[in-house]
């Protein structure tokens, strides 16, 4: 897990989270298939927890070109949230 400093414009309202950044965590691996199957878009997502309240959850994660970006926003568009 690294330090990962959350965007400004987030609504998790801290300044940073722990992110596991590990390209074959089964997490990360699995989620390419599980959105593909149930929302039809490549996109995937990493395990973070917020250390300021023990809240765990994904990070989305979007695949654009040949870098990767960490995107919150991509997954709230795409499930309508």
């Not at 950044?21 to 990360?28: A, I, L």
């Not at 989620?31 to 023990?54: A, C, D, Q």
Request: charge should be neutral; proline fraction near 7%; glycine fraction near 4%.
């Amino acid at each position: 897990m690294k330090k990962w400093r959350c965007p400004p414009a987030s609504s998790w309202n801290v300044e940073f989270q722990y992110v596991c950044f590990n390209d074959e965590c089964p997490y990360y691996i699995n989620g390419w298939e599980w959105m593909k199957e149930k929302y039809n878009h490549n996109v995937s997502y990493r395990y973070r927890i917020n250390p300021f309240n023990n809240e765990s959850g994904p990070l989305p994660v979007c695949l654009t070109g040949y870098s990767i970006i960490e995107s919150f926003k991509a997954f709230l568009d795409q499930t309508g949230n």
